[in-house]
């Protein structure tokens, strides 16, 4: 696992050192001891050690390194436990396509693991932006398939026609149908809106996933040759970043299905109440 010190503002070192289970076998073994002997000079020897443990230990560049690895393993198993849960949503057409970007992904793995063990640092950079890159990919292919549903299902046509009719008709109506009415067709509005902005996005999303499948091709074909592994870990950053950027705009749209319920309420009409006959004196 390569070194990486922009991560280690969000390490606490000292904890991971606290809570490793040596630490707490040592703690425990002196424990026992002090029992057993009937003296608490085991305890204070502890106390001691454990003083010069914690200022020791989590500044030791193999601690750190073990660490970092324990990070990385935990959030590769929470990645993987999201991506299962997010392939299992989608249709057996978008779960192939997806098996087969992993299979690609796989082919690269295999073609860098035959270089020199001088790489390696590469290799595990590469690994990690490929892991980080298929976990996007799903989510790409998620979203897309949500919003084609989305937009399969929605006629912009038959809303446009509903503002119309009711545009014609609202210079005849009440005050308060005037009220509901208006408000009806700003929620139609925006539906309309929604429907372009996700219709947009979705063309957006597809593009982006084949251009995914694209980039990954030619990564693969190249690795059959290419004896240069830092120049893949370039072309990944720029293909992760794309992703990340088109994961921003699939956020963007997320916020737009959860249109709040504010937005898509009718306004309260109150009951209008008959006149109070006054009585006379």
Not at 93 to 122: E, G, T, W
Request: net charge negative.
């Amino acid at each position: 696992m390569p070194e990486d010190d922009s991560q280690d503002e969000s390490i606490d070192f000292v904890r991971a050192a606290l809570t490793w289970q040596y630490n707490w076998i040592g703690l425990a073994g002196a424990a026992a001891f002090a029992v057993a002997s009937g003296s608490g000079l085991p305890l204070v020897l502890a106390a001691g050690l454990e003083l010069i443990y914690v200022a020791v230990v989590p500044q030791s560049s193999k601690f750190r390194r073990l660490v970092r690895s324990w990070k990385y393993a935990e959030e590769k198993r929470k990645h993987e436990e999201k991506t299962k849960a997010i392939f299992m949503e989608l249709p057996d057409p978008v779960k192939s396509r997806y098996s087969n970007v992993v299979k690609i992904c796989h082919q690269i793995r295999a073609n860098y693991d035959k270089l020199s063990s001088s790489s390696q640092i590469f290799i595990s950079q590469m690994d990690q932006k490929l892991q980080s890159l298929l976990f996007g990919y799903v989510r790409l292919l998620q979203a897309s398939h949500h919003q084609q549903q989305y937009v399969n299902v929605s006629d912009p046509n038959i809303i446009l026609r509903e503002i119309r009719q009711l545009e014609v008709a609202l210079p005849r109506e009440s005050p308060r149908v005037q009220e509901i009415n208006q408000k009806r067709i700003e929620i139609l509005r925006k539906r309309i809106e929604k429907f372009e902005k996700i219709r947009e996005n979705s063309q957006v999303i597809h593009a982006q996933c084949a251009a995914i499948e694209d980039v990954l091709e030619l990564i693969r074909d190249q690795s059959m040759t290419m004896r240069d592994p830092q120049e893949l870990t370039y072309r990944l950053d720029s293909l992760v970043q794309d992703v990340e950027t088109t994961e921003s705009t699939v956020r963007e749209m997320e916020a737009i299905f959860e249109m709040s319920a504010q937005d898509m309420t009718l306004p309260d009409v109150e009951p209008s109440s008959p006149p109070r006959n006054r009585l006379k004196n």
